[in-house]
């Protein structure tokens, strides 16, 4: 065993203490030996860690930068602010910590940058807190499984393929399918509902006006107040596109770690995917499939894995998560569409032939799918939309063959215009997400059978009679049912009996 | 084909050669850097030859200043880089800066100690909002 002396132990300490205090005026420097494209190339610094931010000097001060890649002899690392400003030969210096963004309820009603400065044309925003951008998912015992509701407000997704708090749910489909209305019905719902849960709307390289239309709907609905906004446009450096998401994250874990629920929703991930291939392939990085780096999987993997539910002992907070993938032609089966499908807890997919159809919102009752919102779902919705998805997808499968003209049978008839009755009842218009009791009763409407003298063409007109009627009627009975309690039998009866007196009037 | 050498393995062959006094080492380096056409790499493996020279306790500090730099101050800064840098021999170059408007920068293969009065104008820049 050898033996410790205490006395040179202190001595030695004392002697590492006095040369480390001396040697503080002496700062680690590199040099940028190239840069373009946003990416700059730096020589030494070879104590640089990853995803470090560097400070680089320029004419105009300095310009950050983050080490994407420690390589041997050079780091190469991505630039935050203009190209033009560094130049070769450039003064590099560690700014000693990773990247972090304020977080915290002073961003709510904000728009920023993935930097968290304002873009919104409001103060500097102080913060008395600031998050990681990348950091690490919390761990399997820190989790809870999802059991809470997220109601989107939108019947068909809520009674079909509901959402629970911490779950991710993918929305996938071509352009122009209604992608970002199902996400904003959503964020629209929370403030109608007051559930308190925090939106937050990272935009990857959204069309700037696409945003100001956003922030504009989202004021009226009286949403923005608990809303942030991540804005970075398609004109923004691919490095803040690539960090958007992740600063997004830190900026809502913030309220899912302080016993709060957050829902965050990304549009899009591709673009992202995009954004980080760019990055890759200026790094030099090897290109594999579809020219995305190898670790693109992990680039969404590791961002989706920090929204979850928190186990009670870690306050109970949640973090949703609605990532978009926008697909061609329908593809689903394209690499990052299959890649974020299986990261998530499922997905909703949106046809563009429905769309045209008029079916809004265009959700494919086949192909979509929640793995764990079923848990989470209320029990009022449970118990009216239990067959609902079953039943829609018999009814698509048997109207396409009577569209060749065969005699049919009564049941199947009958069950082609319950179909038809459920189809017109699910159509629901943007910016009107419904409550829990709305819902059920427009659902148990159709489903009860008690609608099947209504005309289809004038459902949609008899379930707004209905609910009028129930709302002028049994507000109280109706605001006991939004709790979401399977209502009495009581309670049922007196719906029925409205349902009977409102399809009267609708007979076709 | 041969692998490609990185400049650091190179710079760290070098620098033992030249802790060994084996100074035709540098004959040798500039023949391979013309035979690879890599000599626009020679600047830059001068510095990652000073840096293996560093970590073997050879360091060799360049000292800028917009004034002539005195004995007694010449004195002080190389007991200050023995200090910092744990060095057992320290070389010193210095040369006269004007663009440094006042102060000194000193500068190690990887570190650098700068209280110039320029480096004081470029912080104040940056903290600008």
């Given amino acids: 065993m050898t033996n410790l002396s205490v006395t040179e132990l202190s001595r030695d300490l004392r002697d590492a203490i006095a040369q480390l205090e001396t040697s503080e005026g002496l700062e680690s420097v590199g040099i940028v030996t190239r840069v373009g494209d946003g990416v700059a190339w730096v020589h030494g610094l070879y104590s640089a860690g990853y995803s470090e931010v560097l400070e680089i000097e320029s004419d105009n001060g300095t310009v950050e930068a983050f080490a994407l890649n420690l390589n041997e002899d050079e780091i190469g690392a991505v630039l935050l602010g203009n190209d033009s400003d560094v130049k070769a030969g450039a003064r590099v210096s560690l700014k000693g910590e990773t990247l972090s963004v304020p977080v915290g309820p002073e961003l709510l009603g904000r728009v920023v940058d993935p930097l968290g400065r304002p873009l919104d044309g409001g103060p500097v925003i102080k913060t008395k807190h600031r998050g990681l951008v990348e950091r690490e998912a919390v761990g399997v015992m820190g989790r809870k499984s999802v059991h809470e509701p997220l109601m989107t407000g939108i019947m068909s997704i809520d009674a079909m393929f509901p959402i629970g708090r911490g779950q991710r749910e993918l929305i996938i489909g071509d352009r122009q399918t209604g992608k970002t209305a199902i996400a904003i019905d959503t964020m629209i719902n929370q403030a109608k509902q007051k559930t308190g849960v925090v939106n937050v709307y990272v935009a990857i390289g959204q069309k700037l006006s696409k945003i100001a239309r956003l922030v504009d709907r989202l004021k ?42 957050a829902l965050i929703i990304y549009d899009d991930l591709t673009k992202h995917a995009v954004a980080y291939r760019q990055m890759s392939l200026l790094l030099r990085r090897p290109p594999g499939r579809e020219a995305y780096p190898g670790d693109v999987f992990y680039l969404h993997s590791r961002l989706l894995e920090r929204s979850a539910k928190l186990s009670d002992d870690l306050g109970a907070g949640s973090l949703t998560a609605l990532p978009i993938i926008e697909t061609q032609a329908g593809d689903i089966s394209a690499y990052i569409p299959t890649n974020v499908i299986s990261i998530t807890d499922g997905q909703i997919f949106l046809e ?5 159809q008029g079916i809004r919102p265009a959700i494919s009752a086949g192909l979509s799918v929640s793995r764990v919102g079923g848990a989470a779902q209320t029990k009022a919705v449970k118990s009216v939309g239990g067959n609902l998805k079953l039943g829609l997808s018999q009814f698509r499968e048997l109207a396409s063959f009577a569209q060749f003209g065969s005699d049919l049978d009564d049941a199947t008839k009958s069950q082609i215009d319950r179909g038809r009755r459920l189809t017109e009842l699910l159509k629901q218009a943007q910016y009107q997400p419904m409550g829990i009791w709305e819902q059920y009763v427009s659902i148990h409407a159709v489903t009860s059978g008690l609608f099947d003298t209504v005309d289809p063409e004038r459902v949609k007109d008899a379930q707004t009679a209905l609910l009028t009627k129930l ?18 039998d009581d309670v049922l009866a007196l719906i029925d009996a ?11 | 084909m041969a692998r490609r050498l990185s400049r650091r393995a190179l710079a760290g062959y070098a620098a033992q050669q030249l802790l060994d006094g084996k100074t035709a080492v540098l004959q040798q380096l500039a023949a391979y850097l013309i035979e690879v056409r890599r000599t626009k790499e020679v600047d830059l493996l001068v510095r990652d030859i000073e840096h293996a020279l560093a970590a073997s306790g050879v360091v060799v500090a360049d000292i800028a200043s917009a004034r002539e730099v005195t004995a007694t101050l010449r004195t002080a800064i190389v007991a200050y880089i023995t200090k910092a840098t744990s060095a057992d021999d320290v070389q010193v170059r210095s040369r006269i800066d004007t663009s440094l ?23 104040l820049q940056a903290m600008k909002v």
């Fill in chain 1, 352 to 356: 563009t032939d429905l769309f045209y």
């Fill in chain 1, 220 to 261: 009226e609905e009286g949403v923005m107040d608990q809303t942030i906004i991540v804005a970075t446009g398609p004109s923004d450096p691919a490095s803040l596109l690539y960090l958007a998401p992740y600063a997004g994250t830190a900026m809502g874990e913030y309220f899912r770690d302080n016993s709060e629920h």
């Fill in chain 1, 471 to 488: 709302w002028s009627d049994h507000k109280t009975e109706m605001r006991t049912l939004n709790k979401g309690d399977k209502p009495s």
């Fill in chain 1, 498 to 508: 409205a349902i009977t007196s409102v399809a009267k009037g609708f007979e076709g």
């Fill in chain 2, 101 to 123: 408007v006042g102060g000194v920068r000193i500068r190690t293969p990887d570190a650098e100690y700068d209280a110039t009065v320029r480096r004081q104008l470029i912080k």
